[in-house]
């Protein structure tokens, strides 16, 4: 079984920072997607930002210019630099990969065991 391991959750004061990291394991055949989603209380897991193979990258709109995703290949690992946090980015946030454990294998999306992000007021 793959597994994602998330670091970097914490409480912060409005306005600050903080930054993410997901890796998967290096002996994985290959990575098509890397995101981030958050899932707040109450609320449904949404998307925060994702990156493929090509680097082409996308956001929720609640977040563009204050997020930014990054992906390190040569580590399996994907990063998320959050500035300017506000009091609703509060969340569980998940970090998701669709990948390919081993060449015979399928296609598969895992995700990691959520960070808590706080964001106080």
């Known amino acids: 079984q793959v597994q994602l391991v998330e670091s970097g959750g914490g409480l912060v004061q409005a306005g600050g920072s903080l930054r993410l990291s997901c890796a998967a394991p290096?002996?994985?055949?290959?990575?098509?997607?890397m995101g981030w989603y958050r899932q707040a209380p109450g609320k449904q897991r949404e998307l925060v930002a994702i990156?493929?193979?090509?680097?082409?990258?996308n956001y929720a709109d609640s977040v563009k210019g204050r997020f930014t995703i990054s992906r390190d290949n040569a580590k399996n690992t994907v990063y998320l630099q959050m500035n300017n946090l506000k009091p609703e980015d509060t969340a569980v946030y998940y970090c998701?990969?669709?990948?390919?454990?081993?060449?015979?294998?399928?296609?598969?999306?895992?995700w990691g065991q959520g960070t808590q992000v706080t964001v106080s007021s």
């Open positions: 290096v002996s994985i055949f290959s990575i098509d997607t």
């Open positions: 990156n493929n193979s090509g680097g082409n990258t």
């Open positions: 998701n990969a669709r990948l390919k454990a081993t060449m015979n294998r399928g296609w598969h999306d895992y």
